[in-house]
Structures are given as structure tokens and as C-alpha cells.
């Protein structure tokens, strides 16, 4: 068992400049498949040939590619929150993002703007995201908490490669 201070410190091993890179990673993978379900889904709907259903089949379809769709933007509306988007702008981007090649936009945008995010800190980000594995390697304990930088014997207190004082669960963790 932890106790929420413990847990509050362990979240707090991946948030950089602000942002909790994990949970950015997490819902980035969330939305990049979602999208590829869906994509793939109203591909096979409408592609010429496809078999042509009864109309109550058809109403199914239909409200499934509108399930996915919504859960496409409410997932690109969670990564835009873990982005820290001003407030204002996402309520803008949300509404817009009823018109279907808004949406698109919108989650390219976003989606590029994590991946940067998490390059930014070391991560190797590919076209599905990075995985949660990848994230906690690389970002876990013992990293510098503004550029990721491995702190692993680190006696001086201070990141040897931005010079950002280390935080002191790091440095009790390296007396223990
Ligand atoms: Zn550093």
C-alpha cells in the first residue's frame, strides 16, 4: 500500500515544464488508435463492394462510426487538458470540433504538438505513440526533473546538464 503522498510523488517523477508526461504518452496512444479504428471502420463501411446490410444493420453501423467518432474527440479534447491548453481555447476547439474536417485538423495539430512535447523530453515517439514502458524507463526515478537527464550517482545536487537543483525525494532516494 502507498499513501497518497507516495503516489502523488511517483506521478510527479514524470511531469515536465508542467506537463505529466505519462499521461499525455497514455492518452496520445488512446487517441491514435481510436483514430485508426475508426478509420479503418468507415473505410470497410464505404468501400466499393462492401456488403450492402438490412436497414437496421445499417442504423447499428451508423451509430458505432458515431460512437468511435465521438470518443475520437473526447480523447483529443483529454490530450489537449493533459497539453494544459488554455481553458478558453479548448471549449473553442471542443465546439469546433463538431464539424468533421475540423476534427481532423484538430487532432493532427494536438497530435503533433504531443509528440514534440514528449520528443522534447527524450522520448522516441512513433506513429502510435510511445509505450508506457518506454515513458517509465526513461523517465522514472533518478531523472532530472526539467530535461530528463540521468542523475544516477549524482553527487552535486545540482542537473549537470541544464543546472536545475535536483528535488529532494531524488536526493534522499540517492542517500538511501
Ligand atoms: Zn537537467
Given at each position: 500500500?502507498?499513501?497518497?503522498g507516495?503516489?502523488?510523488?511517483?506521478?510527479?517523477?514524470f511531469?515536465?515544464?508542467?506537463v505529466?508526461l505519462?499521461?499525455?504518452?497514455?492518452?496520445?496512444?488512446m487517441?491514435?488508435?481510436?483514430?485508426?479504428?475508426?478509420a479503418?471502420g468507415?473505410?470497410?463501411?464505404?468501400?466499393p463492394?462492401a456488403?450492402?446490410?438490412?436497414a437496421q444493420?445499417a442504423?447499428?453501423?451508423?451509430?458505432?462510426m458515431?460512437s468511435v467518432?465521438?470518443?475520437?474527440?473526447?480523447?483529443?479534447?483529454?490530450?489537449?487538458?493533459?497539453?494544459?491548453t488554455?481553458?478558453?481555447?479548448l471549449?473553442a476547439?471542443?465546439?469546433?470540433m463538431?464539424?468533421?474536417?475540423?476534427?481532423?485538423?484538430?487532432l493532427?495539430?494536438?497530435?503533433?504538438r504531443?509528440?514534440?512535447?514528449?520528443?522534447?523530453a527524450?522520448?522516441?515517439?512513433?506513429?502510435?505513440?510511445?509505450k508506457?514502458?518506454?515513458?517509465?524507463?526513461?523517465?522514472g526515478?533518478?531523472?532530472?526533473r526539467?530535461?530528463?537527464?540521468?542523475?544516477?550517482?549524482?553527487?552535486?545536487?545540482?542537473?549537470?546538464?541544464?543546472?536545475?537543483?535536483?528535488?529532494?525525494?531524488?536526493?534522499?532516494?540517492?542517500a538511501?
Open positions: 500500500m502507498h499513501t497518497i507516495e503516489i502523488s510523488r511517483m506521478e510527479a517523477q511531469v515536465r515544464d508542467g505529466d505519462r499521461l499525455l504518452a497514455r492518452r496520445q496512444r487517441v491514435l488508435w481510436l483514430f485508426l479504428g475508426s479503418v468507415e473505410l470497410l463501411l464505404f468501400a463492394g456488403s450492402r446490410l438490412t444493420g442504423v447499428v453501423e451508423v451509430m458505432i458515431l467518432r465521438v470518443a475520437v474527440i473526447a480523447g483529443t479534447v483529454l490530450v489537449l487538458r493533459a497539453l494544459r488554455n481553458v478558453m481555447l471549449i476547439l471542443t465546439v469546433l463538431i464539424l468533421p474536417l475540423v476534427n481532423l485538423l484538430v493532427l495539430a494536438e497530435n503533433g504531443a509528440t514534440k512535447t514528449l520528443r522534447k527524450g522520448l522516441r515517439v512513433g506513429l502510435m505513440g510511445v508506457d514502458e518506454e515513458v517509465v524507463r526513461l523517465l526515478a533518478n531523472r532530472c526539467k530535461c530528463s537527464y540521468d542523475l544516477t550517482g549524482n553527487l552535486t545536487g545540482v542537473c549537470p546538464e541544464c543546472g536545475v537543483p535536483i528535488a529532494a525525494p531524488m536526493a534522499r532516494g540517492l538511501g
